[in-house]
Nanobody, 119 residues
Framework: QVQLVESGGGLVQPGGSLRLSCAAS????????MGWYRQAPGKQRELVAS????????NYVDFVKGRFTISRDNANNTVYLQMNSLKPEDTALYYCNAQLLISPFTDYWGRGTQVTVSS
């Protein structure tokens, strides 16, 4: 059974930092593109960042470039999201995603970790 378990969320003041972790089990982690998504109340879920299988390549949406860093540890089946210079608009439920880009194209989600940026 595949599990993605996020942790590291919490309440932080504007300008602060958090590091999210996602521990994966039950899948061949190194084959999957790993991503972080977020969903704010009343909004659609959106991609924040993704990292390729080896960790050599990562993509970010514009609103987090220069502030967030995604990384992965294939030896420990974990993906991270380092979030710096947090803003109130970063407040959301953050989800971990694992996506296989070859057949059978499986796609897994964690249950999310809440990030709240507020003074």
């Amino acid at each position: 059974q595949v599990q993605l378990v996020e942790s590291g969320g919490g309440l932080v003041q504007p300008g602060g930092s958090l590091r999210l972790s996602c521990a994966a089990s039950g899948l061949r982690f190194s084959l999957y593109v790993m991503g972080w998504y977020r969903q704010a109340p009343g909004k659609q879920r959106e991609l924040v960042a993704s990292v390729f299988r080896t960790g050599s390549s990562a993509n970010y949406v514009d609103f987090v470039k220069g502030r967030f860093t995604i990384s992965r540890d294939n030896a420990n089946n974990t993906v991270y999201l380092q979030m710096n210079s947090l803003k109130p608009e970063d407040t959301a439920l953050y989800y971990c995603n694992a996506q296989l880009l070859i057949s059978p194209f499986t796609d897994y989600w964690g249950r999310g970790t809440q990030v709240t940026v507020s003074s």
